[in-house]
């Protein structure tokens, strides 16, 4: 759809699970991020990669490990994570790092932790 | 605290009629974009303004930008259903920490046919 591919797009997990989720993108881009969104609260940005480097990591539980293994493919590992980390992770490319240009998004992987 | 805020969290309009979403933000910007959803889906972007901006237009879509009173507005004129979703704005800024970029909490659009 925007040239940024997430998978899996649903994932159901216990809380002792490790599991992970990938995202592609085809645009050329050099920046990558990883959103949450929670019901009812904006969204929060995680991690942000600039030409493979972690450049931000917004204070987020060492139960998420980000992987950028090059400029086009960003991972996010999960491991024993809680009910409340239930929610829709989105995935974004920018052709720079923000402040100047347009961010964009994956369709989504919508993850449930029982 | 938060950046930017939309409001009216939540707008219910009949197909035809005009929609307008507004956006509050604290500090200085180097520019505001507003973006789409869908239920359950990606953010779509429509709209980047620049700080030294005041009004741009793409199809439909109008936003403005008054830096002055820290705020912009989206108007989406002559709606269509398919127009319901969710808008987001999102402000983009540079502290002494490095860049910044928050994003509200949207505003529920329904339009109804």
């Known amino acids: 759809e925007t040239g940024v591919t997430q998978t899996p797009r649903h994932l159901v997990m216990g809380m002792t699970n490790k599991k992970s989720l990938k995202c592609e993108q085809h645009?050329?881009?050099?920046?990558m991020y990883w959103y949450k969104q929670s019901a009812k609260k904006p969204l929060e940005l995680m991690f942000v990669?600039?030409?493979?480097?972690?450049?931000e990591n917004n204070s987020v539980p060492s139960r998420f490990s980000p992987e950028c293994p090059n400029s086009s493919h960003l991972f996010l590992h999960l491991h024993t994570l809680q009910p409340e980390d239930s929610a829709l992770y989105l995935c974004?490319?920018?052709?720079?790092?923000?402040?100047?240009?347009?961010?964009?998004f994956g369709p989504g992987t919508r993850l449930t932790v029982l | 605290s938060q950046q930017g805020e939309e409001d009216p969290q939540a707008l219910s309009i009949q197909e035809g009629e005009n929609a307008t979403m507004n956006c509050s933000y604290k500090t200085s910007i180097n520019n505001l974009q507003w973006y789409r959803q869908n239920s359950g889906r990606g953010l779509v972007h429509l709209i980047l303004i620049r700080s030294n901006e005041r009004e741009k237009h793409s199809g439909r879509l109008r936003v403005t930008l008054d830096t002055s009173k820290k705020s912009s507005s989206l108007l989406i004129t002559a709606s269509r259903a398919a127009d319901t979703a969710s808008y987001f704005c999102?402000?983009?800024?540079?502290?002494?920490?490095?860049?910044?970029?928050?994003f509200g909490p949207g505003t529920r659009l329904s339009v109804l046919p």
């Open positions: 999102a402000t983009a800024s540079k502290d002494n920490y490095g860049q910044n970029f928050v």
């Open positions: 645009l050329g881009h050099n920046a």
């Open positions: 974004a490319s920018s052709q720079d790092l923000v402040g100047t240009d347009t961010q964009y």
């Open positions: 990669y600039n030409f493979k480097e972690q450049t």
